[in-house]
């Protein structure tokens, strides 16, 4: 285009790596879960993802049900209405995570590699 | 700007051609700023800016501190017009312009042809989101989920960034040669 510079070129060829850049680093996805953590209002409680078994946690409405399965782990019960923790399925990526905020659970897949401190939606 | 030379003598101030220049497109970016506001976005934290079309106008041909005046007048203003002063909105707003701004003056630098309207708005978008990204994290957000949306947020800067410069760079067209830069 008539007026811009070769600096430009630079400038935008370099803005667009460094965009593209940042899906690698910040999206890549967590590796393999090594264990679950569960929080409840006033405990946490972590079951590695070796086998499978399920745990009922007591929340505030009553007991959520968290099945475990290897490298997974989802709600399989829970006392809510919403019923939004069940639809959000298995969890199977290191920082991946479900809850079910009117029960006050929830549950996070943590890997060898802490991918986030938190997540909050 | 009309300053005192001695601070004891009282001066009468009166606004100069600089100053309704600035006044004027300064009006011109709150303007934009507003309207643009009045747009509902797609995605929270994305928006055009293109009342930066005006901040970058403003540089080419006056210089950075003409545009540093007009980028700080219509944060201020614009916060003031939508209720957001001193507010997270206004801090995040702030933090952005500055850093532009920043982005902008080391753009100007250049040294050869330099950069044109679309190279300098394609840096100050950058770096307008990147503070606002950095600032949200570790002022408001207290965790690292936010860069989870660097991604998106810088993707859109970069087209945003892109837009605000060819619009830029038509308008300095029109107007005619920059006074700076043949």
Redesign the interface.
Known sequence: MKGMTPADAVVIIAAAVVVAACYGVFWTGGGAGEYALVHSDDAVARFALDGERVVAVAGRLGPSVIEIAPGRVRFAASPCRGKICLHAGWQSTAGAAAACLPNRITLEVVGAERVYDSINF | MSHPKHGSQPVAVFPGEHDRLIAGFAGLAIAIHLLEAAFPSPLPGVKPGLANVVTLVVALRYGWAAAAWVSGLRVLAGSLLLGSFLSPTFFLSACGAAAALLALGA?LR?P?????A??LG??AS?AHMTAQIVAARYVFVG???V??L??PL??AA?AF??VSG?IA?AV??ILGASGRRA
């Open positions: 753009g250049v050869g042809r330099g950069l044109s679309v190279g394609v840096l950058l965790h690292a989920a860069f989870a660097v991604p810088l993707t970069l960034g892109l060819l760079h300095l067209g």
